[in-house]
């Protein structure tokens, strides 16, 4: 079972979450919803094995077992759309890189620079990047990935997500992305 038991977590002094016990359903995507401040991104970075707990212990992902998108695009100013995808694949899976474009609806982009994007279009290109490197992991954790994104193509995105058949948990503030999602987490004032 993957999932947080009677997890505390420290940013220096100021204690993140406190006893937390937490479990990801093993298929389909969660939606992690609740307030800002309240740990939702320290429970990304603990699942992913960035970050370690004070007391408690992360469950049922081995290391390396997680893909991680950032609330940040962090794409490479100097490497073209596809580049930023072929960088995080084996180079036996380079020809994929075509493929995971597509499905965040960016053909036609593959030469282009951070730069020459919209947000909405970085923000795509960092989901994609995501899916290609999750390809083969155990969980997949996504934090704020439709940022910027109409919500006709987030749902088709969605759609993507799902096609990789791995247990997603998405940290969004938006209940329309919630409701997308088969599965609801709230992280609220009691951690």
């Excluded at 991680?68 to 180079?91: H, K, S």
């Excluded at 155990?138 to 990935?145: A, H, N």
Aim: neutral net charge; glycine residues 12%.
């Amino acid at each position: 079972m993957i999932g947080l038991e009677n997890v505390s977590f420290f940013y220096g002094e100021k204690q993140v979450l406190d006893r937390l016990t937490l479990r990801v359903p093993e298929s389909g995507v969660t939606a992690l919803t609740g307030p800002s401040g309240m740990g939702k991104t320290t429970i990304l970075r603990l699942l992913a094995g960035l970050e370690h707990p004070a007391s408690g212990r992360v469950t049922g992902v081995r290391p390396g077992g997680a893909a991680l998108m950032f609330q940040e695009n962090r794409l490479l100013p100097w490497r073209t759309a596809l580049q930023q995808i072929t960088d995080v694949l084996p180079p036996e899976r380079h020809r994929e890189g075509p493929q995971w474009l597509a499905l965040a609806e960016l053909e036609g982009e593959a030469g282009a620079y951070p730069e020459s994007l919209s947000g909405g279009m970085r923000r795509r290109l960092s989901l994609a990047r995501a899916l290609a490197y999750a390809k083969g992991r155990q969980l997949l954790l996504l934090d704020e990935p439709f940022t910027g994104v109409d919500p006709a193509r987030r749902a088709r995105l969605m759609e993507g997500v799902r096609s990789l058949g791995l247990p997603v948990l998405l940290v969004t503030h938006g209940m329309d992305e919630a409701a997308l999602a088969e599965h609801r987490l709230t992280v609220g004032e009691e951690l």
